[in-house]
């Protein structure tokens, strides 16, 4: 196998098991994401990604969840047409390339040293696009973000794999940072992580879990320039069609039992 060796553990490698997935919805006929760059990189990565377990509904799932995060940055650009677009914890998502921003947009991705060296290694450079190589956790990389800029932060398959304190830190330290904008990201309630952990995708990786939010108003208490606008299902109707019987059984029963709705969705807010 040739192509670019990666050498990944825990929390770092699950970014190989989302690519994969959204590499395998892709080459559906009926791919929702059409996320060919996502697929390239896979062809060019020297990993045994069958170590993963992807199946059809994972794959298809992530591909649900890329989708409408793009739609809210895609919103939001719409709106604000010389904003900033931080996208923390990126890993190899190709989500710059899938929306193809305009050129009055400057767009941060923020990872590891490690995750930004492959990515440059994998995907193109373009104008307006700048990598950041750090921990979101760690407070100095904000001043290479400008601050006077409407600015939307997107988390993708991130937030869980923080501390809660660790987190809210961070959303404190962005909305402190930036002048105003939105913050839109995956969260999963209690019973959610406990799902998560049981996966058997997840556990190849090693990686363990810790956040979980109940309400959405917990942020605002904990980060007080936050305002909760909305929380979007993970799942609607439609896209139940796209998976297996049981994924469409679990996807129609959600629609009825509040805990389940709670499980994974997106939360949109604004400051």
Known sequence: MAGEKVNLTGAKETLLLTLYGKALESRLPNSLLRDYFADEAVRNIDYDFS????????GVGLAIRAKTLDVCVQDFLARNPDAIVLHLGCGLDTRIFRIDPPAGV?????????????????????????????????PGWLNK???????????????????AEEGQQLFSRLV?????????????????????RLNSSFRATGAEVHWSIENPHELER????????????????EHAARMRWFA????????????????????????
Do not use: M, Q
């Not at 590891?112 to 760690?138: C, F, N, Q």
């Not at 105003?180 to 406990?194: Q, T």
């Open 222 to 237: 904990a980060v007080p320039k936050l305002r909760f606008v909305e929380d979007i299902p993970a799942y609607k109707p």
């Open 145 to 163: 973000v400008p601050r006077d800029r409407p600015a939307i932060v997107v988390a993708e398959g991130l937030t869980p794999y923080l501390g």
């Open 51 to 58: 170590r993963l377990k992807v199946d059809n509904n994972l």
């Open 106 to 138: 400057d767009w941060f991705d923020v990872d590891y040293p490690e995750v930004i060296d492959l990515r440059r290694k994998l995907y193109p450079v373009r104008d307006h696009y700048h990598l950041i190589a750090s921990s979101v956790t760690e």
């Open 176 to 196: 402190g940072h930036l002048s105003s904008g939105e913050l839109v990201f995956d969260a999963y309630s209690r019973l959610g992580l406990k799902i998560i």
């Open 248 to 271: 469409k059984l679990f996807v129609r029963l959600w629609k009825y039992i509040p805990a389940l709705r709670k499980i994974g969705r997106l939360l949109r807010y604004r400051f």
